[in-house]
């Protein structure tokens, strides 16, 4: 039997709730906060995030507004603010229940910090907290920035903030390259095997070439969906979302794909994001074809080149988990990163019983989607 919309179905859950909400009180206590939170546009965004020089992509205009509208969510941009100096940014995708004036706000790898001192990211977290889920009544997700300096110190930064509670299991894994050295330094860097096979790729017939047309990225989505089916699994963030995303990224968001040819025929892709301080790997796939001429060895080794370029000190391989992908695992393990684990997502909750109400609904959304 074919289901109900999805607003039906989220309009539907709110109305269970929504009846009794209004004879409840506010009973937990005032957030005081020496810092304000304001909402800004979005033209005022970009220069602020570039200044910054180590914000996410993930907070970046082109991305946040896809994955807002992808999520049937909002995308807000709040600055918080010590009197008239700038401290933090934070883009954060909020999605309101229909009928209740509750919902949950979602802040992806941020707030990008403004002003240096890990000192700073408590405060910045409880002005958040005081904005979003005291005074909207949201409750408040906060998936931490990726850290490549000082990861023991800033880490504890984002851990046990008065108001949050980590949300276990949810702690970002991957590999991150320091792009410090030059390209012969990280070859030697590189596991034997792996270095071994980048050789046959390089000797083979592949060309590489880089783009940001969109058009290049919905290239890439057949060869895409073609590995997903082979492999049984669905990218919730697919070429044809960041196709999306680069229509409306400007030059300084820099969402990239990289494209493998053989003889006119494509046979591997890789879409990164090369902003702030830090490339990122997002999608990448290749055919059997591709496979055979290790093609993705060739498009990972263009991509650092590329990286290095740009200036930027890192690259961040996209995720790792051992436990259910160990051959992607083991091919990013061995390129000579650093093994990273970031601070698990922190959750703010809304006061009895809104914040009760964000989470059965969620639950109960979450089952009736399958």
Known sequence: ???????????AISICFGLGYRAAMNRSGPITSALS??????A???PLLVAAG???????PAYAGVAAKAAGARSHYLLVSDGDQPVALANARIKPLPLVPAGLAVIAQGPVMLDDGAEMVAHVQAALRHYLVAGKGYNLRINPPVITDDIAVQRSAYEAIA????LSGTGYETFIIDLAPDMEALRAGLNGKWRTDLRRGEKGDIRITRSADPEDFRLFQPLLQQLSHQKGFQAPQDAAFFADAAEMAGADERLLVHL??????LVGGHIGAYSGNMAVYLLGATNDEGRDL???FRLQWAVIEHARSLGLSHYDLGGADEEDNPSVFRFKKRMGGVHYRGPEIQEARAAWPRGQIVELAETIYNRVRG
């Open 1 to 11: 039997m074919r289901s109900a919309p999805r607003y039906v179905r989220w309009s």
């Open 37 to 42: 939170v304001s909402e800004i546009p979005v």
């Open 44 to 46: 005022d965004v970009l």
């Open 54 to 60: 180590n914000a996410s992509w993930r907070q970046y």
């Open 163 to 166: 108001g949050f509670a980590p």
């Open 260 to 265: 493998a040819w053989h003889q006119d025929r």
């Open 294 to 296: 290790r093609a993705s």
